[in-house]
């Protein structure tokens, strides 16, 4: 890395010196110095301007000063930028009067947010307190926008920036008559509020207001920052409901609205965490006589895949309401929705079915639906993205809901049966889609014809798989499942002759199930019993000797039981005549 030459050196460290001397004549030193080194060539080289997350409004001659005032701090690790000695330095420069000392500190500031990597001494904050509170734009500025750095790139803990007392004057920044300065004070409250005890300090300092007002302001960027704090608070339900008491949802609605991408996401988010809560839907839908849902339903068609996936997250908290989604049915929503999920994108996919399988937990859509041929797309979609947890859960639960004696045709013709068949034998057993999975063909087992279907398409492989999933002990939903879905295929005896070969399979799960203290795993060892000893194969090995033990165990159990309630019963009768006498 390049340094300085020993004559600049030598001067800078005079320069040093005096500043921790805080002599009378500084300023007018520190303006000799500059004068006297702005020529020497070891400054004259080109420096590509380092990356940034927020563009700081600064002229070129100031770039040029921070930079030739800074210099020194490239010659040595990064310890040596934060070292006691510039931290005195630092301390009297922020604690001057004189504006341009001010400037100095922030200008240092601004260079370190940039150059610094690890993170920052916590009392290398403590001059930010003097900085912010200055007098001066520029310093304001420069000092805002440091701190914006330091805190984005994670160089200062967040909680400390609030417990050491700067969180004040930043909040005070934000009614600034300064964009610039909006700008970072808000990207600062936005970041700050990433931490959920800042979160409470921030609301309890009064933020609220003023980021409100600062979210309709005309410049994109303060929009911005603003709206993505009020975001980040929405993450705190109680602070959902003091955001909404200080009217929040009217100023979020509107800038849905707003010609800028990220304003439309982050009011949709905000939007949609608020809308996680229903007690806040009455006063979300009744604005603007319901314009939200329009507005959601705009934009679901945005260009901007984030800000249609959002769109669709709202709509799905929304429809949590019944009566809410009887009106988004009537909007002519579902062929929307209907595009949304040929979309070639797989978030768009999977924000679409979200808001699908919320609408299809009410039986009164699902007529609906189905004419709308998504099954069909359902279909298809879990075909392309078996292996997907996302949108195996999302269409697995939607089959499941939809499934009922009148849909039965329409799932046989949509090909869902063998995409869930397939997804069973690509997911691996930790996946939870799985489970959705396993589950929805469980319930699609009780319908003839859809598992007559089920059957016809099961071969040797699907056989041993679900036998392989009825052994899982560990993970006893999954089990479960598994063996209702052999349960209810064994009574066919196309796939009874399938299950032959895995006999003592079966009869272990059985004996399990007959010896588990749940009484479902009980009946479902019973019901399986029942089911395949049709088959005359089975109805041998059935007879065997500790599967008859475990039987007649069960059955003295449940003799036992019902004199147990036949005495209690005939107790409270007693008791009853007795009160009556």
Same mark, same amino acid.
């Given at each position: &890395? @390049? ?6 050196? =030598?001067?800078?460290?005079?320069l ?17 110095f500059?004068? #006297? ?21 600064? =002229?070129?001659?100031e ?7 800074l210099? %020194? ?6 310890s ?7 931290l ?14 001010? !400037?100095?500190?922030?200008l240092?500031?601004l260079?370190?947010s ?5 993170? &920052? ?15 001066d ?10 701190? *914006?750095?330091l805190? *984005? ?28 300065v ?61 955001l ?9 609605? +509107? ?28 006063? &979300? ?27 669709c ?15 988004i ?8 929705? %209907?595009?949304? +999920?040929?979309f ?8 679409? +079915? ?5 609408l299809?937990?009410? %039986? ?41 004696? @009148? ?9 869902? *049966?063998?995409?869930?068949? =397939?997804?069973?034998? %690509? ?5 939870e ?9 469980? @319930? ?20 041993a798989?679900?036998?392989m999933? #009825?052994? !899982? ?9 598994a063996?209702?879905?052999? #349960?209810?295929?064994?009574r066919?005896?196309?796939?009874? +002759? ?30 399986t ?18 599967? &008859? ?7 003295? !159990? ?16 007693g008791?009853?005549k !007795?009160?009556?006498?």
């Amino acid at each position: &890395m @390049e340094m300085f030459c020993d004559s600049c050196r =030598q001067r800078l460290k005079n320069l040093m010196e005096l500043i921790q001397r805080a002599s009378k004549n500084l300023l007018q030193k520190i303006k000799d110095f500059f004068e #006297s080194i702005q020529c020497c060539p070891c400054l004259k080289r080109n420096k590509p301007a380092p990356s940034r997350l927020y563009k700081p409004v600064l =002229q070129q001659h100031e770039k040029e000063a921070a930079q030739e005032f800074l210099q %020194h701090i490239e010659e040595a690790s990064e310890s040596k930028v934060t070292d006691t000695e510039c931290l005195e330095v630092l301390q009297t420069l922020a604690a001057s009067e004189n504006p341009s000392l001010q !400037q100095s500190a922030a200008l240092y500031y601004l260079h370190v947010s940039e150059q610094l990597k690890s993170e &920052m001494p916590e009392k290398y904050l403590e001059p930010y307190c003097a900085l912010l509170q200055s007098n001066d734009l520029d310093v304001q500025r420069n000092a805002s926008l440091s701190l *914006v750095n330091l805190l *984005v790139e994670g160089n200062v803990n967040k909680e400390t920036v609030v417990q050491i007392g700067l969180l004040e004057p930043i909040l005070e920044l934000l009614g600034s008559g300064d964009a610039t300065v909006q700008c970072n004070s808000c990207a600062c409250v936005a970041t700050l509020a990433t931490s959920v005890l800042n979160r409470e300090a921030i609301v309890a300092e009064g933020g609220i207001k003023p980021l409100l007002g600062l979210a309709k302001s005309y410049d994109p960027r303060v929009q911005q920052n603003a709206v993505g704090a009020i975001l980040n608070l929405t993450r705190s339900d109680k602070i959902q409901l003091l955001l909404c008491k200080e009217g929040a949802l009217p100023v979020l609605i +509107l800038q849905l609205q707003s010609p800028d991408s990220e304003v439309q996401y982050y009011s949709c988010s905000a939007l949609t965490n608020i809308a996680s809560n229903p007690r806040h839907h009455p006063n &979300m839908l009744q604005i603007g006589d319901g314009i939200l849902l329009k507005m959601l339903l705009s934009l679901m068609s945005s260009s901007v895949v984030k800000v249609c996936c959002q769109a669709c997250y709202c709509l799905r908290n929304l429809s949590l309401n019944e009566d809410t989604q009887a009106d988004i049915v009537a909007m002519n929503f579902l062929p929307q929705l %209907h595009e949304l +999920l040929k979309f070639s994108s797989k978030s768009v996919n999977e924000a679409a +079915l979200a808001v699908l399988s919320t609408l299809s937990e009410n %039986h009164s859509n699902t007529d609906a639906i189905v004419s709308e041929n998504i099954l069909k797309t359902l279909g298809k979609l879990l075909l392309i993205h078996k292996t997907s947890p996302g949108i195996s859960n999302y269409v697995a639960a939607t089959i499941h809901k939809l499934a009922t004696s @009148e849909t039965q045709k329409a799932i046989i013709d949509s090909q869902c *049966v063998v995409a869930l068949l =397939q997804a069973l034998s %690509h997911l691996r057993v930790h996946d939870e889609s799985l489970l959705y999975v396993t589950v929805c063909i469980a @319930e699609l087992t009780k319908h003839e014809t859809i598992r007559t279907q089920i059957i016809q398409e099961s071969d040797a492989n699907m056989t041993a798989y679900l036998l392989m999933l #009825s052994s !899982q002990s560990e993970n006893i939903d999954l089990c479960f499942q598994a063996a209702w879905i052999i #349960s209810q295929l064994g009574r066919d005896e196309m796939f009874s +002759l399938l299950l032959r070969p895995h006999v003592r399979e079966i009869i272990g799960y059985i004996l399990r199930f007959l010896k588990h203290q749940e009484i479902r795993f009980q009946h479902l060892g019973l019901l399986t019993i029942r089911n395949l000893r049709k088959d005359s194969h089975f109805a041998a090995v059935f007879r065997e000797r500790e599967l &008859m033990v475990q039987l007649n165990r069960i059955s003295q !159990q449940t003799v036992e039981t019902e004199e147990l309630l036949q005495a209690v019963l005939f107790h409270k009768e007693g008791d009853q005549k !007795q009160h009556n006498w």
